[in-house]
């Protein structure tokens, strides 16, 4: 078989410049912000934001069509790289989730959220006809396993959830019947109403106890203030603190959390407290609104894309900025219990921010070929 050539001579106003204006104005927000929580990591998160543009630019100007060609060798490598922070990987607080590279430590699950989309767009789009049937749905969970289970033994259950529900919203997309659909929500809602019940209980056979009691703090937060729910509870002060405009980055106030070392690593999962803190409520929109300018403008891209990998691929990349959005917004401002994943584009995070850079530059590909009506 021959393969599509690696480009194609594209049209400038096929190009979506409202995207990459939105991820680079929010990048800089972010660079900006983290500045403020930590001046040392600055430069490297500005040196991840340059690599992250250029890759954008390399992958926007490829063939996807091309990229897919090699989606098997895309699942090999997400699941070798995943397997060597089992067996190479730096161990931090108690979890194993990095590879100390010499220059940077490289965090391969953060990878994976952009390799499991782009070789389920694949997948899918091969297994268009007979997807509803028992032998796909059991390939493809089986597919998905390996990254799930080698994610969730690091531990990182925030980033298990949030690629297990993305792998969901691909299944979804790619034309799974209602009928199983139905069936699968009527099995899940009662499991999952015993699983927190359990949960919950002393001695329980399911979570760490670290996970379990944050999950306590966060239904009872003033039994646990000066214990799990210490940083939670300094995050939803800090955002009110700042009101409508905030304090201003880089100010000398003793009572803010960065200052008063309320919270520790502010540059990263609550990286929206410094956010409310010191841009205020003004800020806060800013930043929700650049996001969910990024979601939905990948959706339209989507919606226009020549073929369903397309669609799984905009739709993928969609549903992972939008979901770790919520929950890191909904951990800092204790709509959720903590867990730690990042702001899209805006926490502290070379592996995280370059690889959303390359699935940004992935969709703009796509709104670059867009399906032609007639």
């Known amino acids: 078989m021959r393969l599509p050539k690696k480009t194609k001579p594209y049209h400038l106003k096929d190009v979506k410049f409202g995207l990459v204006i939105s991820v680079i104005a929010i990048s800089i927000i972010g660079v900006m912000v983290i500045g403020s929580a930590k001046q040392a990591v600055q430069g490297r998160q500005i040196i991840g934001l340059v690599a992250g543009v250029i890759l954008m630019i390399i992958l926007s100007m490829i063939d996807y069509v091309w990229l897919l060609n090699f989606y098997w060798i895309l699942y ?52 268009e006809d007979d997807l509803s049937s028992a032998a796909t749905i059991l390939k493809a969970v089986g597919l998905i396993a390996p990254t799930l289970i080698l994610i969730v033994l690091q531990p990182d259950l925030s980033t298990t959830l949030s690629i297990a529900l993305v792998f969901c919203a ?29 949960v919950v209980q002393p001695n329980q056979p399911f979570l760490h106890d670290y996970q379990q009691k944050r999950i306590l703090a966060w239904l009872e937060p003033q039994k646990y203030a000066s214990d ?9 002060m800090a955002i009110g603190s700042g009101q409508l405009t905030g304090k201003g980055l880089n100010n000398n106030t003793t009572t803010s959390v960065k200052n008063g070392n309320f919270i520790s690593e502010p540059q990263t999962d609550f990286i ?54 919520f929950i890191n917004i909904g951990v800092a401002t ?31 590909n796509i709104g670059l070929q867009p399906k032609k009506y007639q």
């Open 76 to 127: 090999g490598i997400n699941i070798i790289a995943l397997v060597c922070v089992k067996l190479f990987g730096t161990n931090v607080n108690g979890a194993q989730r990095w590879i100390d590279i010499g220059v940077t430590n490289f965090q391969p699950s953060e990878l994976s959220k952009i390799l499991v989309v782009v070789f389920f767009a694949k997948f899918l789009m091969n297994h």
């Open 170 to 198: 691909m299944m979804y997309l790619a034309g799974l019947s209602y009928r199983f659909i139905g069936t699968l929500i009527a099995i899940l809602v009662p499991v999952t109403i015993i699983f927190i019940s359990i």
């Open 228 to 236: 799990e729910a210490y940083q939670q509870n300094n995050a939803i």
């Open 272 to 325: 929206f407290a410094i956010v409310g803190e010191e841009l205020g409520f003004v800020g806060c929109c800013i930043v929700i609104g650049l996001l969910l300018l990024i979601v939905v403008q990948c959706i339209l891209i989507g919606l226009r894309a020549q073929d369903l990998a397309g669609r799984i691929i905009c739709c993928g990349v969609a549903t992972q900025i939008g979901f770790q959005s």
């Open 334 to 364: 204790g709509i959720l219990p903590n867990t730690g994943i990042p702001l899209p584009f805006v926490s502290y995070g070379l592996t995280s921010l370059i690889s959303l850079y390359m699935g940004i530059g992935i969709v703009l």
